[in-house]
């Protein structure tokens, strides 16, 4: 027999503080009956999206409170993309505010603040996971208690949020890099992978596409021989690259998709006897990158502009509790500026292309 449902707004306090409990109860208790209840389409392979229809017209909402929880505060490339997510919720008449751990390792931490956001009562989040399922159940909890939750940047399982805001096509990004690398060192050496945290979503994805690519017949003379992790940490990641040339020392090239591990490995090899014979090229900041790119370390790498992604996230995490759209494929809604977006399979939206960098147009972005 089911318990009676909660419904009073102390009974959804009390709800939410269970679910931070993660008490069984809150889920017999306050299971899909508060605030705009859940439903996944498939366990993990639907995004969630709620009981109600999009109405694509309806009013956007002001003086909500949309929160940022990235996986690591103290990281340049998330200061940017939440000064973008800052930027846009205030221009749409919310309540901005960020919290989150200082490790791309503190799956526990981000777990924490998920749990207190629920309890905080915020109107939406907008996350970048650290892991793709430790944070579930309570992602799940606070999408009962009402709260719109989007990911950006890193994606949870599809069913623990309702839209995954994605800086560009996670295949794109994993084949693009393997063939900037593959240029700039003649399709041909033993090659290593400089990633960040093991459990990182969207690391992982991209290195599922990049050994994929590496399977096609213009990489067959390029091997990759280790994947290592520097943890979005830019000692250890400095420690790793140095690691990865004393085991490997005929290689020939490294793929750091990650803006850490990135600048990081740069700064090793630009003080190293390898500087301009290891290619080096990723997923970095411009800024960061620029005096590596300019002192010949590196000839190229890739980003999209994080504020944009941020400034997404925010769009669409308002346009999410305006109920202009619900997580279904095929919704759209305005982003401002950015334009007119469509959520895609598995509640899935793209920012678009990436950018190239290299010495000619470098000076042009400033991020
Ligand atoms: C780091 C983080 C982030 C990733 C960028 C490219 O800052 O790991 O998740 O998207 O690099």
Redesign the pocket.
Same mark, same amino acid.
């Given at each position: 027999m089911s318990a009676p449902a909660l419904r009073t707004p102390a009974a959804r306090r009390l709800c939410a503080v269970l679910a931070a409990a993660s008490l069984a109860l809150a889920a017999t208790a306050c299971g899909g009956t508060t605030k705009g209840s859940t439903k996944n389409s498939a366990e993990d392979g639907g995004a969630a999206a709620s009981d109600a229809k999009a109405d694509p017209n309806a009013a956007t909402k002001k003086d909500l409170t949309v929160a940022f929880l990235p996986?690591q505060v103290n /990281?340049p490339?998330?200061t940017v993309a939440d000064k973008g997510g800052e930027k846009a919720v205030e221009e749409l008449g919310s309540t901005f505010k960020e919290a989150g751990p200082n490790s #791309?390792t503190d799956t526990s931490g981000q777990v924490s603040y998920v749990n207190t956001l629920t309890q905080q009562q915020v109107d939406a989040m907008a996350v =970048?996971a650290q892991d793709p399922g430790a944070l579930c159940t309570a992602l799940k909890q606070a999408m009962k208690n009402g709260v719109k939750v989007v990911t950006y &940047? =890193?994606d949870t399982k599809p069913g623990c949020r309702h839209v995954f805001v994605s $800086?560009a096509s996670a295949e794109a990004l994993g084949r693009s890099q393997v063939r900037l690398l593959g240029e700039q060192l003649g399709y041909k050496g033993e090659i290593a992978i400089l990633s #960040?945290a093991q459990t #990182?979503t /969207? $690391?992982n994805t991209w290195i599922g596409f990049m050994k994929d690519e590496l399977k096609k017949p213009e990489y067959k003379d390029m091997k990759l021989v280790k994947t290592a992790y520097g943890n &979005?940490d830019a000692q250890q990641s400095f420690q790793q690259t140095q690691g990865l040339l004393q085991e490997h020392p005929g290689l020939a090239g490294i793929i750091s998709? *990650? *803006?850490?591990g990135i600048k990081a490995a740069a700064q090793y090899l630009s003080g190293s006897k390898y500087k301009g014979k290891v290619m080096l090229t990723g @997923?970095g900041t411009p800024n960061d990158m620029r005096k590596y790119v300019k002192n010949g370390t590196v000839e190229g790498f890739e @980003?999209w502009d994080p504020a944009k992604l941020g400034a997404l996230a925010a769009h669409t995490a308002v346009a999410l509790s305006s109920g202009q759209i619900t997580g279904r494929q095929g919704e759209t809604f305005k982003a401002g500026a950015l334009g007119t977006f469509t959520l895609g399979d598995h509640g899935v939206v793209d920012l678009g292309e990436p950018t190239v960098f290299d010495k000619k147009n470098i000076d042009r972005h400033r991020f």
């Amino acid at each position: 027999m089911s318990a009676p449902a909660l419904r009073t707004p102390a009974a959804r306090r009390l709800c939410a503080v269970l679910a931070a409990a993660s008490l069984a109860l809150a889920a017999t208790a306050c299971g899909g009956t508060t605030k705009g209840s859940t439903k996944n389409s498939a366990e993990d392979g639907g995004a969630a999206a709620s009981d109600a229809k999009a109405d694509p017209n309806a009013a956007t909402k002001k003086d909500l409170t949309v929160a940022f929880l990235p996986k690591q505060v103290n /990281n340049p490339y998330f200061t940017v993309a939440d000064k973008g997510g800052e930027k846009a919720v205030e221009e749409l008449g919310s309540t901005f505010k960020e919290a989150g751990p200082n490790s #791309a390792t503190d799956t526990s931490g981000q777990v924490s603040y998920v749990n207190t956001l629920t309890q905080q009562q915020v109107d939406a989040m907008a996350v =970048s996971a650290q892991d793709p399922g430790a944070l579930c159940t309570a992602l799940k909890q606070a999408m009962k208690n009402g709260v719109k939750v989007v990911t950006y &940047d =890193s994606d949870t399982k599809p069913g623990c949020r309702h839209v995954f805001v994605s $800086q560009a096509s996670a295949e794109a990004l994993g084949r693009s890099q393997v063939r900037l690398l593959g240029e700039q060192l003649g399709y041909k050496g033993e090659i290593a992978i400089l990633s #960040a945290a093991q459990t #990182a979503t /969207n $690391q992982n994805t991209w290195i599922g596409f990049m050994k994929d690519e590496l399977k096609k017949p213009e990489y067959k003379d390029m091997k990759l021989v280790k994947t290592a992790y520097g943890n &979005d940490d830019a000692q250890q990641s400095f420690q790793q690259t140095q690691g990865l040339l004393q085991e490997h020392p005929g290689l020939a090239g490294i793929i750091s998709p *990650t *803006t850490v591990g990135i600048k990081a490995a740069a700064q090793y090899l630009s003080g190293s006897k390898y500087k301009g014979k290891v290619m080096l090229t990723g @997923l970095g900041t411009p800024n960061d990158m620029r005096k590596y790119v300019k002192n010949g370390t590196v000839e190229g790498f890739e @980003l999209w502009d994080p504020a944009k992604l941020g400034a997404l996230a925010a769009h669409t995490a308002v346009a999410l509790s305006s109920g202009q759209i619900t997580g279904r494929q095929g919704e759209t809604f305005k982003a401002g500026a950015l334009g007119t977006f469509t959520l895609g399979d598995h509640g899935v939206v793209d920012l678009g292309e990436p950018t190239v960098f290299d010495k000619k147009n470098i000076d042009r972005h400033r991020f």
